[in-house]
Each structure stands twice: as C-alpha cells, then as structure tokens.
C-alpha cells in the first residue's frame, strides 16, 4: 500500500512540475469565488438581464482559464492573461470582484500562470542523492 502511494505521489509531483499547477489553482478558486458571491435566484437574474448573467460568465470563464492550462501547457500565456482580465472585470459585475477576494485570487493566479516556466530537470548528482 505504502508502495503506491508513494507511486501516486511522484506521479502527481511530475505531474505538477510540468503545468502551472499553482497558477490554475488560485485562478479556480477566484472564480469560485465570484460565482459563489454571484448566486441568486433565477427570477433575480432574469428581470435584471445581462448584468445578472455576467457574474456567472465571468466566474466560469475564470474557472475555465484555470483548468485550459493544466491541460495544455502550451495555452498558458493565453489563458494567464484572459483569466487575470476576466478577475478586474469581475470588480465592476459581480459584487466588487467577489468582495475583492476573488479578484484578487484571479489576478494572482493569471499572473503566476504567465510567469510560470517547467521546471529543469534534476542534474544527475542530485537524482542519486534524493
């Protein structure tokens, strides 16, 4: 049992190193955010009309920019910066961006996914070391 966690676990370390893991992670949770604070009822939301939709379109267009890069690596710069707009955005039509705190969670993990870079692999010294 031991052996396969331990299995799962570097499968899941390499895993991690090779995507912006961290960056979809907080650019997920931003999104959340903001729709979890843009839920209300569904009569709300269409006597209001656009501007009840729009917390939902931005919280799951942030949410997909976090997943699309896990995915594909490649898109990372693509989805960084569309999810960090998508988080300023959200200040004006859901709530003040999540009461700020899923703006904040947006623009941070748009910008780690656009910082990120793969990680090098290990020199050989250090791989029979570790």
Same mark, same amino acid.
């Given at each position: %049992?031991?052996? /396969?966690?331990?299995?799962?676990?570097?499968?899941?370390?390499?895993? /991690?190193?090779? /995507?912006? $893991?961290?960056g979809?992670v907080?650019?997920?949770?931003?999104?959340?955010?903001?729709?979890? $604070?843009?839920?209300?009822?569904l009569?709300?939301?269409?006597?209001?009309g656009?501007?009840?939709?729009?917390g939902?379109?931005?919280?799951?267009?942030?949410i997909?920019?976090?997943?699309?890069?896990?995915?594909?690596?490649?898109?990372?710069?693509? $989805? =960084?910066?569309?999810?960090?707009?998508?988080?300023?955005?959200?200040?004006?039509?859901?709530?003040? =961006?999540? $009461?700020?705190?899923? %703006?904040?969670?947006?623009?941070?993990?748009?910008? %780690? %996914?656009?910082?990120?870079?793969?990680?090098?692999?290990? /020199?050989?010294?250090?791989?029979?070391?570790?």
């Open positions: %049992m031991l052996s /396969r966690a331990k299995t799962a676990y570097r499968w899941f370390r390499a895993f /991690r190193r090779t /995507r912006p $893991f961290w979809g907080w650019l997920v949770a931003g999104g959340w955010t903001v729709l979890k $604070f843009s839920l209300s009822s009569q709300l939301i269409v006597s209001t656009f501007g009840g939709v729009a939902y379109l931005v919280g799951g267009g942030m997909l920019c976090g997943l699309v890069p896990i995915a594909l690596p490649a898109q990372r710069y693509t $989805f =960084g910066l569309i999810g960090a707009v998508l988080a300023v955005v959200s200040l004006v039509v859901s709530n003040l =961006g999540g $009461f700020l705190l899923g %703006m904040v969670l947006g623009i941070l993990g748009g910008s %780690m %996914m656009v910082g990120w870079g793969a990680k090098r692999p290990r /020199r050989a010294r250090e791989a029979v070391e570790g």
